[in-house]
């Protein structure tokens, strides 16, 4: 089965940083676009970066200058690296994949994959 698994949050001081990290596994013929979403109690899900195949990166006006996400495909990895934190950053954190993945022996294009969420708290 094709899954993505992220990597554990925590409890973070404002100011401080954390790395999240997702990891895509089965039968991938390649992996396309890959973001991340937030989504704090009672509100939206909000993008929070994204990358392309190429490296082409974006993220929302929030968190500009903070967050990076980068990306190994050897490892069929995506992260997100998150500085200067603060409590307004706290959220379930989503990994989503856009990936071509081998069903019945045929590449199925653009098949899209979330992690199982990561809870990142900002607090003093």
């Known amino acids: 089965q094709v899954q993505l698994v992220q990597s554990v949050g925590g409890l973070v001081q404002p100011g401080g940083s954390l790395r999240l990290s997702c990891v895509a596994s089965?039968?991938?013929?390649?992996?396309?676009?890959m973001c991340w979403y937030r989504q704090a109690p009672g509100k939206q899900r909000d993008l929070v970066a994204t990358i392309t195949s190429g490296g082409a990166v974006n993220y929302g006006d929030s968190v500009k200058g903070r967050f990076t996400i980068f990306r190994d495909n050897a490892k069929k990895t995506v992260s997100l690296q998150m500085n200067s934190l603060k409590p307004e950053d706290t959220a379930d954190y989503y990994c989503n994949a856009d990936l071509d993945v081998v069903e019945l022996g045929r590449v199925r294009r653009r098949r899209i994959y979330w992690g199982q969420g990561t809870q990142v708290t900002i607090s003093s």
């Open positions: 089965g039968s991938i013929f390649s992996v396309n676009d």
